[in-house]
T-cell receptor, first 114, second 111 residues
């Protein structure tokens, strides 16, 4: 596989469930990102990891918990979410956060919170 | 912080026409301006970018122009084709990959 792969592609969960989103990149990049995409709003940066270390938490509620075990894998653990958290969650990677350049996005995980 | 505004929100053109999407930014320190295309069911994909030391950049049918004084940049697509139909996002960054995105433009190219 090449590029950035996200699983699952679709997820429906209740407000009391716990679930996780997974992202894997096969590009040899050192930086990974979680973005939230809601209708009619700009892409919102949630978390940034560089060489497995979190470098950015954009005031994201604690019901979203990221995990980056290595430079190729990124998880977003979800618990006690709200209906307004329903959105497309996009993972991206890039060479390094210190160099502005192309972000490579996955196809996203469409989350619906009932 | 940086704020990026994008217009129009929707744009309909006939095949073969040109399309122009405009963005303005607020932070004069921003120096990197990419454009991403998002097709239905896919993630955004970079189509062209420009840095602040350049005023214009072209790649086949697409071009981007940057006016640093006015703090705006534009995407130009010539000879549009139905496969150009997608949502286009502009973004701005002043470094460290902290991109701030616009709200997107849905482009529809009719045959």
């Amino acid at each position: 596989e090449t590029g950035v792969t996200q699983t699952p592609r679709h997820l429906v969960m209740g407000m009391t469930n716990k679930k996780s989103l997974k992202c894997e990149q096969h590009l040899g990049h050192n930086a990974m990102y979680w973005y939230k995409q809601s209708a009619k709003k700009p892409l919102e940066l949630m978390f940034v990891y560089n060489f497995k270390e979190q470098t950015e938490n954009n005031s994201v509620p604690s019901r979203f918990s990221p995990e980056c075990p290595n430079s190729s894998h990124l998880f977003l653990h979800l618990h006690t979410l709200q209906p307004e958290d329903s959105a497309l969650y996009l993972c991206a990677s890039s060479q390094d956060v210190t160099v502005t350049g192309e972000l490579f996005f996955g196809e996203g995980s469409r989350l619906t919170v009932l | 912080g940086e704020n990026v505004e994008q217009h129009p929100s929707t744009l309909s053109v006939q095949e073969g026409d040109s399309a122009v999407i405009k963005c303005t930014y607020s932070d004069s320190a921003s120096n990197y301006f990419p454009w991403y295309k998002q097709e239905l069911g896919k993630g955004p994909q970079l189509i062209i970018d420009i840095r602040s030391n350049v005023g214009e950049k072209k790649d086949q049918r697409i071009a981007v122009t940057l006016n640093k004084t006015a703090k705006h940049f534009s995407l130009h697509i010539t000879e549009t084709q139905p496969e150009d139909s997608a949502v286009y996002f502009c973004a701005a960054s002043n470094g460290f990959q902290k991109l701030v995105f616009g709200t997107g433009t849905r482009l529809l190219v009719s045959p």
